[in-house]
């Protein structure tokens, strides 16, 4: 960490204040954590520097992934701060199973490395990152795809997510669940597993709310993960499409961020906390992430705030998936089965 020192910052939130969720099985997950992608435009040692900042200001949820080439570097931050007095125990650490790693074996070991690279005995929830085994080069255009490349085979599926509840078996993770999953691939995923996934993890901000979705998994006692819950101001070039819209720039987030004399972006988070999601916002500045902290233990949005934001939902899903697609002629919805089916071969 280059002699990066922990200390708990007087202006911080007191961790035992920040909202939890409990889940199925009565772990409690703190409801707001800090996101690790950023390897496109941020360096690895700059997103440990983020890790140790945000746990000085009260954090105690990061969310990692092997695909994002920084966990070594976020493992050093966490060895920092176990060793400046921060339990194990008061920590809630995520990775995440890369498409390349769905095969036989592949997961144990892929899990086994990311405990190495964060310098953990065990995570507290590890998910399948997305549910196609189809693999990209780092930084490719929307263009790419695999010649290997295949839709969403249900059997293919269950075979890694096996290995998965192996994984709970082990001790290796406490908890399991999904990303980028549909209803329809849910729903089959339910019926079948043994452990039921804990979380699913989502786009979900103002202009992409997923009611159906939202509203599926919280009645199937599955938490809702949120990622982009600020819009994602700084994603990659390969993720923007003209017809995107803004979050913080819509005037119902910025009405209410001046009322509360705030950056937009905390109001979406805020926003996120109190609609019953879980948004893992990511900055390296430290007054975005500590604004974000201190959204979830401020005075609530009104009801009609929080009505007048849910009147704005422009289902403008910006991390739209296209290096997954597995045929010519395909668009990018054919990912998310918007017809209520999982979209055939």
Request: hydrophobic share 40%; charged share 25%.
């Amino acid at each position: 960490m280059n002699g990066a020192k922990w200390t708990p910052a007087a202006d911080g939130v007191d961790p035992r204040l920040v909202p939890k969720r409990r889940l199925a099985g009565g772990a409690l997950m703190p409801a707001i954590g800090l996101g690790t992608f950023g390897s496109d435009h941020v360096s690895p040692d700059a997103v440990a520097a983020a890790v140790m900042g945000a746990a000085a200001v009260g954090y105690r949820h990061f969310d990692c992934a092997s695909v994002y080439g920084n966990e070594e570097r976020v493992g050093a931050a966490l060895g920092a701060l176990r060793e400046a007095g921060i339990r194990r125990e008061e920590l809630w650490i995520v990775s995440k199973l890369w498409n390349d790693k769905h095969g036989e074996g592949d997961v144990e070991a892929s899990c086994r490395q990311s405990l190495t690279d964060l310098r953990l005995d065990y995570l507290d929830m590890y998910l399948v990152h997305w549910p196609f085994p189809n693999f990209h080069p780092p930084g490719c255009s929307v263009e790419s795809r695999s010649p290997d490349a295949q839709p969403y085979i249900h059997a293919n599926f269950m075979r890694t997510w096996r290995q998965m509840e192996q994984l709970v078996d082990a001790g290796l993770t406490r908890h399991i669940g999904t990303s980028n999953m549909t209803i329809p691939k849910l729903k089959l995923l339910l019926a079948d597993a043994r452990i039921r996934p804990a979380v699913n993890e989502m786009e979900l901000h103002p202009h992409c709310q997923q009611p159906e979705l939202f509203e599926f998994v919280r009645a199937q006692g599955i938490e809702p993960v949120g990622y982009c819950p600020v819009g994602s101001p700084a994603r990659p070039e390969r993720d923007r499409m003209p017809e995107d819209t803004v979050d913080i720039e819509d005037p119902v987030i910025a009405r209410i961020a001046l009322r509360l004399g705030v950056h937009p972006a905390v109001v979406s988070v805020q926003w996120a906390v109190q609609r019953g999601q879980t948004p893992i916002p990511f900055s390296t500045k430290r007054a975005h992430y500590l604004g974000n902290l201190r959204s979830t233990v401020s005075e609530p949005l009104t009801d009609e705030e929080m009505r007048a934001i849910a009147g704005i939902d422009r289902e403008c899903r910006l991390i739209k998936g296209q290096v997954f697609l597995w045929k010519d002629g395909q668009t990018w919805e054919d990912l998310w089965d918007p017809n209520g089916e999982i979209t055939p071969p």
